[in-house]
């Protein structure tokens, strides 16, 4: 009987907050609502020992606290929601640490992809950003399950970057400009009766086109299937990006709460979204000039 009176308590009380946060929201929403949100999920280690947790909890509890941002950002209506899951510099982590955080990607990536997780009801698309080609095989082999089941989800898009860094998505990008450049240049030289490349000079009538851009390197990134995000949020109080969307993040608004990645919550999110409606035209003026 007591669990039953439970269960119904805890609905009644969902239900409650869920009435509170559309009634937050729809203020909020009177003004600017960013499009896109990114975090750095910082601290959940820390969170960890801070409540004496066994291996894994504190990750397993960032993954609730994951869970709850991504309920809120698509109530308030951010379209795109992009979180920093694991650096290419934390394999350099404790082997036994490392193996069991891959153990944990794999387990939370399937549960992502059920038919009754938070990401089909609420039509959300993953992408995984990264050098994905380092992750395990079975990681790998989850990260493509998940993209491909959820590639029909057109509400909002979550972008998981592992095995990520800045540095290695624009050196990426210029690889790939460059190959795609050379590529154009290979079929335009056979197309001119198989002259050597430097005749191309007397043939092109406009030399610039086979340079490459900011617009070539902004379509081979990881991250092109995004806008730049509107608001990057760290967690732990560290005002700094550790090589997380370095190119894309010029314009953007940075927050640093001091709560650690599982505590984030709603008064967070709040702040954050009433900070940059104040900022927004100072921000938006700033892009308009670059």
Known sequence: MEGVNGKKVGHLFENISSFVRQCIFSVLSVGPVPSHIAFIMDGNRRYSKKQNLIDGNGHRAGFSALINMLKYCYELGVKYITVYAFSIDNFKRRPEEVVSL?????EKIDELTKEESIVNRLGIRIYFQGNLKLLSDHVRSAAERAMVKTSGNSKAVLSICVAY???DEIVHAVQES???KWDEI????????GGNLVRLEENVKDKDEHRIGVTNVDRHMYMSVCPDPDIIIRTSGAARLSNFLLWQSAHCLLYSPAALWPEIGLRHLIWVILDFQRNYLYLKEKKKQS
């Open 102 to 106: 891959m153990k944990l990607m794999q």
């Open 165 to 167: 860094t800045s540095t």
């Open 178 to 180: 460059c190959e795609e």
């Open 186 to 193: 290979r079929k335009l030289d056979a197309n001119n009766d």
